[in-house]
C-alpha cells in the first residue's frame, strides 16, 4: 500500500527565515513524488516534482530513498508562500493516480 | 492557459437524491480523474477514466458512483444515492500522456448532503 505522511498540520514561520516542510512515503517501488500548493480559494496546482529536480518559486526538494523522505524547503521564506502545501506520490501503474498526504498549512508572518 | 473547470461549485442535496457533479477537462488530456476531500480530511483518489474505460478506482468508488464522457468533452461523476458521508469536496483532473502527465485540478465542487 502506499502512504505519504506529513507530520505537521500548520507550520508559521517569519518573512526571511528559512522554511521547511516535511514529507515521508511509504511505497514498494519507485514512486514518483509531487508537492502541490493551494493557495487560499484558488485551486491545486503543481509546485514541483522530483524527476525534475527544478527549483519553483525559491523551493527545492530532494527526494531521499534511503529515508523514504521528499521535503520541501525554502530559504526565505516570503508572505505569499502562505498556503496549504500537499506531498502526493504516483505509482508507476497506467493510470499515475496520487496518494495525497494531509496537507501542511504555511503561514509566513510579516 | 487552459483550465480544468467543474459546475457547479456548490451543489446542496437531499440523502438518497442522485447527483451529476460535471467537468470539462482540458482538451488534449486524455487521463482524467476524480478526486474528493471530505472537510478537514486529505484529498483522495476516486476513479481514473482512459480511453472511455475506468483504468482504476479506490475502495471508495462503490456501486453508487459511475463516471461517464458522454459527448468527448465533459467529464462526469455521478452519486446515484447520496448519504450524508459524501458531503465533501469533488475535484476533477486531467492530465496527457508521457511525460506530460502533470495532473491539473479543476476547481472543485461543493457537494452538501442534508
Known amino acids: 500500500a502506499q502512504r505519504v505522511t506529513q507530520p505537521e498540520k500548520l507550520l508559521s514561520v517569519f518573512k526571511g527565515a528559512p522554511v521547511e516542510l516535511k514529507c515521508n512515503y511509504s511505497y514498494s517501488g519507485s514512486p514518483e513524488l509531487f508537492w502541490y500548493v493551494q493557495y487560499s480559494r484558488q485551486r491545486l496546482q503543481l509546485l514541483l516534482r522530483h524527476i525534475s529536480r527544478e527549483s519553483i518559486k525559491g523551493f527545492t526538494a530532494d527526494l531521499n530513498k534511503g529515508e523514504t523522505s521528499f521535503h520541501l524547503k525554502k530559504p526565505f521564506a516570503q508572505e505569499e508562500d502562505s498556503a496549504m502545501y500537499y506531498c502526493?506520490?504516483?505509482?508507476?501503474?497506467?493510470?499515475?493516480?496520487?496518494?495525497f498526504g494531509s496537507g501542511t498549512q504555511l503561514t509566513v508572518l510579516p | 492557459e487552459p483550465e480544468v473547470t467543474q459546475t457547479p461549485s456548490h451543489q446542496v442535496t437531499q440523502m438518497g437524491q442522485e447527483v451529476i457533479l460535471r467537468c470539462v477537462p482540458i482538451?488534449?488530456?486524455?487521463?482524467f480523474y476524480w478526486y474528493r476531500q471530505i472537510l478537514g480530511q486529505k484529498v483522495e483518489f476516486l476513479v481514473s477514466?482512459?480511453?472511455?474505460?475506468?483504468?482504476?478506482k479506490s475502495e471508495i468508488f462503490d456501486d453508487q458512483f459511475s463516471v461517464e464522457r458522454p459527448d468527448g468533452s465533459n467529464f462526469t461523476l455521478k452519486i446515484r444515492s447520496t448519504k450524508l458521508e459524501d458531503s465533501a469536496m469533488y475535484f476533477c483532473?486531467?492530465?496527457?500522456?508521457?511525460?506530460?502527465?502533470?495532473?491539473?485540478f479543476g476547481p472543485g465542487t461543493r457537494l452538501t448532503v442534508t
Open positions: 482538451s488534449n488530456h486524455l487521463y
Open positions: 502526493a506520490l504516483s505509482g508507476r501503474g497506467s493510470a499515475r493516480q496520487l496518494t
Open positions: 477514466f482512459y480511453n472511455n474505460e475506468i483504468s482504476e
Open positions: 483532473a486531467s492530465s496527457g500522456q508521457g511525460v506530460t502527465y502533470e495532473q491539473y
